[in-house]
Structures are given as structure tokens and as C-alpha cells.
């Protein structure tokens, strides 16, 4: 009862964190085709999926030939960059620097915690980044004020720290100072990291992204959606199989119990005929039996669902890394909702395992039953 | 010796084990290099003390043959787990960031085994309580019928 119940809280709530984690991907990618370095593919499901630094630049002049292509509506730019692991309790940071005047797809999510625009040297923070008491940061030997922490999104997003390009641009060259010696041969003000498109109506992503092939050279064009596509199929599979699991294991929990309680009733029978004989009626018998099994089903259902909330709710960030998908833990009303009907699902188990005894039980001549073996 | 006693004791010993070894190996803090020491490193140090502590509890209350001992037993072991609950939750604390290893993997290990040894202590506190309140029965019942039997042959 203990591992059905498990089982069956676990594998919802896992299964919930995820597909919660997905959709808050498809909200925070409100641009259609991503244009980034030829091979850094990765790199960007990196940073938007795992919440692994990356940077990479393309010449900023690409960005004004995509402008012109066909197709395009509207495009931004963004700059990234990434902290040093200064010390032993400080994780590389993602930097995103974007573009106040042009970007569709940063600002909406900025104005659901802050208001005002962003002044030059001030941070907003993702979720998972934590500012001092002052609300400052330092990086690369520098302070800078935090203005305001987004909301969780279960992604990579969480872990980066949003400014405007001024802002990058500073950092960039506190970065150099302290000793990056990989940005030595690039000039932040004529690069970008990564270019994003919002398509016309009436041309699809296929079209815009044969366009700007034919148009610009050395870049990779991301249709977001396909990314989205690929993490939503396997997130598919591994949900599927999680229902199939929990649907196999209560299958075999109600035969395998099914027998148990046989065995158990069996072994009880004289006992049942001997109150059978002293008035007690066959509802009473049922009663009886009915009611020793729902506190056995209780007692391994209440267990299974403390251990599996317990060690699911309190383990969400470890297991959100380790899936290397996005993984955003349900509100707790749903929680409880997984909990609770976990737990009665565990619970129902037993009685239903139990009907065919009981019906065994009250069918036995207790004349018979007492007289057995003499 | 009484089996329940000994298995009670060495649950909380194996409880104690935990909260001593886990922070420095299997579910361990940042690792730290050179002098820079964050909460975590000293969370672990802490946790190091009161583990020590819950495992020496575990055996004398499995070598320990009174039920008014195993009680109190079940009190300090109790309240050690409370102990080694809030000394990374608020005493002493972990890394800020979420995604460091004492935040994701130490803090909440250390918090549930805390939690299950606060349960424990609880649940073997209420079976020596009753366990107790019986056997003062039974007493109360031998000596009663001793005063029978001695009135008896006096009247006799």
C-alpha cells in the first residue's frame, strides 16, 4: 500500500512539474525564430532549457540584414555573457542584455515585477538568484543594484540576470578587467549573442528561415517551436510511461492483495464462523473485515503519500537539474489535489481487493466451517 | 534485552550515523577551496556534533533496560532531531543560491531524516509511556493480591 501509494503521488506530481515547466517555456519564447552562431544551437537550449551559461557573438550588422528580409516583422537583439565561479558557493551566472528600445520579449515579463525602465547599472534577477540584504550583486569585482526578481518559470531563465545592453556593456569590460581572456578579441559594441524574429502573418517560419539562409551567411536559424516540440515529445514519452507504471503497479496491487486477504481470511475462517454462530450477521462479518482493511489501506496510503510529497516537494530543485528539463512545481492547491487523490486511490484499493473475500466469507455454511479438520 | 528496545536503538543510531556522515560524503556541502568558508561548511561541522550525539543516544537506548530511561531517551533524541532540523533551515543556514548542492541535496536530506527521527522519538516516547502506565498496573494488581493472601492467612 505504502509503494502504490508512493508510486502514484510521486509519479503525479513529477509528471505535473514537468508539464508545468513546459508550458511556462512556451510563454516566456514569444519569438518565433531565434538566429544565433552557426553550432550554438545548443547553446541557447542551454541557457532557455538546463540553465546552462553560454555565450557566443555574431557581428551586429547581421542583425540589420535580417531586418530587411522578407518576412521578417520585427526583430531584437540580446548579448550574453557569463560570471566566473568566484568562489566555492558561487555558480556561473547567465548574463542577458537586451535591447530597451526594440525588445518584445523581456520587458513584458520585467513590467510584472517592476514598473519603472531599467536605469543603466541595475539588474533585474531571475528567480533563482539571490541578491545581498542591500540588494546589490557583485560580479567580476563590481556592485550592482538589483531592481526586482521575476516570478519562477522552472527554466533555464531562472538562473540568469537580466540588463539593459549599457549595463552588459559595463559588465563586458569589468569581465576583460578581471581576466576573461576569451572576450579579448571581441568589440561588444559592434556584436550580438543572438537575434530574435518575429514572422510577418502570412509567411510561415519554413519560408522566413529559407529567406534569411539565402540572405545571410554563417548563422543558424532556431524555429522556437520545433525546440519546444522536441522537449514536449519526450516529456510525452517519459509522462506516459510514469501513467502506464502507476496504472500497472495498482493493477497488480488489487490481484496481489486480492490473494493476500484470500490467504488472510482463510486462515480466519473459524473465527468468523464462531461469530457467525453467536448471532453476528453477515453484514457484521463485512463490517468487521471491511474496516480492518481500510486502516490497513490507511496506514499504507497515509505513509506512501508523506514519503513521496515529502521527498519529491523537498528534492524539486535536485531533480529539476538532474531532468535537464524544464521542471516548475505545481501551485500548492494542485499539490494537494495529487496528495489527496493519491491517497484516496491507495485507499480504495484494499476494499476492493477485499470483495471477493468477503463475498466467499458470507457464502461459507458455518456448520461446515466449524466442523472442518475434526 | 527486550527486541523492541534494541531495534528502536538502532534506528536511531542508524539516524544518527546519517546526520553525521551525509553532510561530509554521500549528500555533502559546497565543497570549499582554500580559506573561503560559506554557512554550509559550518552547517555540516554542526551537524557533525549533533549526529555524533543521536547515534550515542541510539545505543544506550538499546543497551538501556529501564522505561523510564528509554522515555527520557526518546525526549533528548527528540529534541536533537529538532536540533538538527533548524540548524540548516534557520540557525546556521545554507548557501543562498538554489541550485548549490547544500541547498538542494544537504538541507532538505538532513531536514527529513530530522523530521523521521522527531517521529520516532515521538512514537517510541508514546509505546514506553504505555508500556509504563502497564506495568503499574500489573503492580498495583501483585501487591493487591499479596494484601489478599496475607489477610487470608491471618484470618486463617
Known amino acids: ?374 | 534485552m527486550e527486541k523492541k528496545g534494541i531495534l528502536f536503538g538502532i534506528v536511531i543510531t542508524v539516524f544518527g550515523l546519517l546526520i553525521t556522515i551525509g553532510p561530509q560524503t554521500f549528500w555533502h556541502v559546497c565543497r570549499s577551496d582554500g580559506d573561503m568558508r560559506m554557512s554550509c561548511f559550518y552547517t555540516a561541522r554542526a551537524e557533525l556534533a549533533i549526529g555524533i550525539g543521536i547515534a550515542i543516544l541510539g545505543i544506550v537506548f538499546a543497551l538501556s533496560k529501564s522505561q523510564k530511561a528509554k522515555q527520557a531517551l526518546s525526549i533528548a533524541v527528540g529534541l536533537s532531531g529538532i536540533y538538527a532540523f533548524i540548524v540548516p533551515n534557520w540557525l546556521i543556514g545554507v548557501c543562498g543560491a538554489e541550485h548549490m548542492h547544500c541547498h538542494a541535496v544537504t538541507k532538505p536530506a538532513v531536514s527529513l531524516v530530522s523530521i523521521a527521527l522527531i517521529v520516532l522519538a515521538i512514537v517510541s516516547y508514546v509505546v514506553y509511556l504505555r508500556e509504563g502506565v502497564k506495568e503499574d498496573d500489573r503492580t498495583t494488581v501483585d501487591d493487591h493480591q499479596v494484601g489478599n493472601t496475607e489477610l487470608k492467612e491471618e484470618t486463617a
Request: aromatic letters at 10%; charged letters at 20%; proline letters at 3%.
Open chain 1, 1 to 374: 500500500m505504502t509503494i502504490v501509494a508512493f508510486v502514484l503521488v510521486a509519479g503525479s506530481l513529477l509528471s505535473s512539474s514537468m508539464k508545468n515547466g513546459l508550458n511556462s517555456t512556451k510563454q516566456r519564447l514569444g519569438a518565433d525564430l531565434m538566429v544565433v552562431p552557426v553550432g550554438y544551437d545548443e547553446g541557447v537550449e542551454g541557457i532557455l532549457l538546463k540553465g546552462e551559461p553560454s555565450y557566443f557573438y555574431l557581428d551586429s550588422s547581421i542583425a540589420e540584414e535580417i531586418g530587411n528580409v522578407e518576412g521578417v516583422q520585427t526583430y531584437t537583439t540580446q548579448f550574453f555573457l557569463t560570471s566566473l565561479n568566484q568562489d566555492c558557493c558561487d555558480i556561473p551566472v547567465q548574463f542577458i542584455g537586451y535591447d530597451p528600445d526594440t525588445d518584445f520579449l523581456i520587458k513584458p515579463w520585467i513590467s510584472e515585477v517592476y514598473s519603472d525602465d531599467l536605469k543603466d547599472g541595475e539588474l533585474i534577477i531571475g528567480s533563482d538568484i539571490v541578491a545581498d540584504d542591500n540588494q546589490q550583486l557583485k560580479f567580476f569585482n563590481e556592485k550592482y543594484h538589483v531592481a526586482a526578481r521575476l516570478a519562477e518559470t522552472g527554466t533555464g531563465l531562472d538562473q540568469a540576470v537580466y540588463g539593459n545592453m549599457n549595463t552588459l556593456m559595463h559588465l563586458f569590460q569589468a569581465a576583460k578587467k578581471a581576466g576573461l581572456a576569451f572576450i579579448d578579441n571581441i568589440d561588444p559594441q559592434q556584436s550580438v549573442s543572438c537575434i530574435l524574429i518575429r514572422i510577418r502573418d502570412g509567411y510561415s517560419a519554413e519560408e522566413v528561415t529559407h529567406n534569411i539562409r539565402a540572405s545571410v551567411n554563417g548563422v543558424q536559424v532556431i524555429k522556437t517551436k520545433n525546440m519546444i516540440t522536441t522537449t514536449a515529445e519526450n516529456l510525452g514519452g517519459f509522462i506516459s510511461f510514469i501513467y502506464v507504471f502507476a496504472a500497472l503497479f495498482v493493477l497488480v496491487a488489487i490481484f496481489m492483495l486480492s490473494i493476500v486477504f484470500s490467504v488472510m481470511a482463510n486462515e480466519r475462517k473459524r473465527e468468523f464462523a464462531i461469530l457467525r454462530a453467536l448471532g453476528a450477521s453477515g453484514k457484521k462479518i463485512s463490517k468487521i473485515v471491511l474496516t480492518e482493511t481500510l486502516i490497513l489501506s490507511g496506514a499504507g496510503a497515509a505513509l506512501g503519500t508523506i514519503l513521496a510529497g515529502g521527498i519529491i516537494l523537498s528534492f524539486n530543485t535536485y531533480i529539476g537539474d538532474r531532468l535537464g528539463l524544464p521542471y516548475l512545481q505545481p501551485a500548492p492547491w494542485i499539490i494537494a489535489i495529487f496528495m489527496g487523490g493519491g491517497f484516496l486511490i491507495t485507499v480504495a484499493i484494499g476494499p476492493i481487493a477485499m470483495i471477493h473475500t468477503i463475498a466467499r466469507l458470507n457464502k461459507r455454511e458455518v456448520y461446515i466451517t466449524l466442523r472442518e479438520g475434526e
